[in-house]
């Protein structure tokens, strides 16, 4: 069993910025990776960027490259997600998700509850 929970999200101004949080708990023996996604309404739930947990690679959707960077806490079990010149477009319901290794090399995938990211003047 893996928990997530995120926390950051709120109301910023365009071209302002805000950094996530995600934390994961539980029965983890190790990450593979762990990133995020997001859902505005009206639309699909967009992959956003993710890390592997053993290397550090990065991964960026196009539309948050140069203005994103994710990175991670290995001892916290923590990813973030640093957002600069935010765009109203950037509004969504922002989602961490993770893949774990579990006992007996079992793997899961995770999500957490979302937070509210709110871009406008």
């Known amino acids: 069993q893996v928990q997530l929970v995120e926390s950051g999200g709120g109301l910023v101004q365009p071209g302002g910025s805000l950094r996530l949080s995600c934390a994961a708990s539980g029965s983890i023996l190790g990450i593979i990776t762990m990133g995020w996604y997001r859902q505005a309404p009206g639309k699909e739930r967009e992959f956003v960027a993710a890390?592997?947990?053993?290397?550090?690679?990065?991964y960026y959707a196009d539309s948050v490259k140069g203005r994103f960077t994710i990175s991670r806490d290995n001892a916290k079990n923590t990813v973030y997600l640093q957002m600069t010149s935010l765009k109203p477009e950037d509004t969504a319901v922002y989602y961490c998700?993770?893949?774990?290794?579990?006992?007996?090399?079992?793997?899961?995938?995770?999500w957490g509850q979302g937070t509210l990211v709110t871009v406008s003047s």
């Open positions: 890390i592997s947990w053993s290397g550090g690679i990065t």
């Open positions: 998700n993770g893949r774990f290794t579990l006992y007996r090399s079992a793997s899961m995938d995770a």
